[in-house]
């Protein structure tokens, strides 16, 4: 089953695909917040395009899981995509998914001006590969 996630920030939005079996996570593309209805417009077109069959939203929650105002906005983009596309969508626990994007690349001697700039697909790859490695009876 393909898979699409989705990390909503507030000025760019990170969007990442799994492979056809589900197993494997990689970046898209970053699209720039536009609004509500517009950015869920965008990634419900880019949905139907890659063929998913459910989108992942992150969303951040607070350590003892209750809701942050970076939740809420998530749980409301999730409920704008639902109405722009049949494509299943859910949130997924995104915490602290830029700070081990970023972890990733020093471990991959990526030099410091290189892991600068925009990193929100790969936030997003990151969100998508935890959902894709949860235990399918604990998602």
Known sequence: MKVMAV???EKRLGI???????NLARPLMVIIHVNLKSDAAQIASI???QKVELIIIGAAFGSEGQETPASRHASRLMAEICLQTETRCVLWD???STINTLSILREMNIRKNRRTGHQ??????????SYLDTPEELR
Do not use: F, H, K
């Open 7 to 9: 990390d909503p920030g």
């Open 16 to 22: 990442a695909v799994s492979d056809e079996t589900g």
């Open 47 to 49: 949905a139907d395009e």
């Open 94 to 96: 995104e915490s602290g």
């Open 120 to 129: 929100d697909d790969l936030a997003a790859a990151n969100i998508l590969q």
